[in-house]
């Protein structure tokens, strides 16, 4: 009924940037909440970055200065814009939608690596 679909991960070196966005579709009602998790090797998922449907953000302390949350309501896309990435930033990145009626619904990952 509905799908949520991630892209734009792949192989950065440090200091560089990737852009990830995410695109819910079927029968979406409202989205309540936007939410980017990862999960790197040997660790747990952790929360990356969060978006309210009123527009506040939060980040992990990780990350914060570096990564953005942001959206396209008219596309119910959210993107996370990911700037000088360190290697520890290597993980599947997992996009995670609260949805009226459905609930939470997650992506399949995309693998962001950051190597030299």
């Known amino acids: 009924q509905v799908q949520v679909v991630e892209s734009g991960g792949g192989l950065v070196q440090p200091g560089g940037s990737l852009r990830l966005s995410c695109v819910i579709s079927g029968d979406i009602i409202s989205i309540n909440l936007m939410r980017w998790y990862r999960q790197g090797p040997g660790n747990e998922r952790e929360l990356v970055a969060h978006m309210t449907n009123s527009g506040s953000t939060n980040y992990a302390d990780s990350v914060k200065g570096r990564f953005t949350i942001s959206r396209d309501n008219a596309k119910n896309t959210v993107y996370l814009q990911m700037n000088s990435l360190k290697p520890e930033d290597t993980a599947i990145y997992y996009c995670?939608?609260?949805?009226?009626?459905?609930?939470?619904?997650w992506g399949q990952g995309t693998q962001v690596t950051v190597s030299s």
């Open positions: 995670n939608a609260n949805l009226a009626r459905w609930g939470n619904r």
